[in-house]
Structure formats: C-alpha cells, structure tokens
C-alpha cells in the first residue's frame, strides 16, 4: 500500500491535532520545500530516509522511434535518492561493514569444513 500525500496529511493531523487544512498547508509546505531545494541544487538529508540529490546526466545516443535511427540526447539532471542505512537494515537489505555489497563467491567442496 502507498503511502499518499492523502494519508500523510491524515497522519499529520491526527499526530498533532491540527486540522486538516492546517495539516494540508504543513504537509505542502514542506513537500515543496524538498522540491525548491533539490531543483536548485542543493542536497536534501531527512535523517532515518535517505538523501535526495540532483545529479547531471551526459549526452547519449537514443533511438527514433518512428525512422529507428540513432539520435544524439542532449545532458540533463535526473534525481537520485540513497536511502539510509538504518531504513536499509530495517527493509532487510543492508550490506555488510566493510562489505562491497556483493554475494561471497561460492565456496568448493574442497575448501568447506566437514
């Protein structure tokens, strides 16, 4: 189930017994808080979530959809999001310390303990 911006402001005022408009103009504010910061730049860091980040992406090759030709895309921004450690391990899919995030390399018959 997604959580919508419905349900968020519902939590919101049932959390600090507002009313809903007042929830309504709390949650946007700060929605379009995130959305001003990020367009502009900046990093977003919500502790426990993860980080919001405006990355710029290079030039590539694309394809026509009609002709199917290959077509020069120009560079842009796209949005990246890390989620955070602690949301990481309670979703179950942390890496190790120290770790590379990868799956250790199967281990031979030869080398297992009896």
């Known amino acids: 189930m997604a959580l919508t911006r419905s349900a968020l402001i519902r939590r919101v005022k049932e959390r600090l017994r507002v009313k809903p408009r007042e929830a309504s103009v709390i949650v946007d504010a700060v929605l379009k808080r995130i959305r001003d910061s990020v367009a502009a ?19 590539r090759w694309g394809r026509d959809f009609k002709s199917a030709k290959p077509v020069r895309l120009e560079g842009g921004w796209r949005l990246s ?15 190790e310390p120290g770790g590379s995030g990868r799956k250790p390399a199967a281990v031979s018959r030869a080398a297992r303990p009896a």
Not at 46 to 54: H, I, K, N, S
Request: aromatic content about 6%; overall charge positive.
């Open 41 to 59: 730049g900046d990093t977003v860091e919500l502790r426990d979530l993860g980080t919001f980040r405006r990355k710029a992406s290079g030039p």
């Open 81 to 95: 999001f890390r989620v955070s450690r602690k949301l990481r391990r309670q979703l179950g899919s942390a890496r």
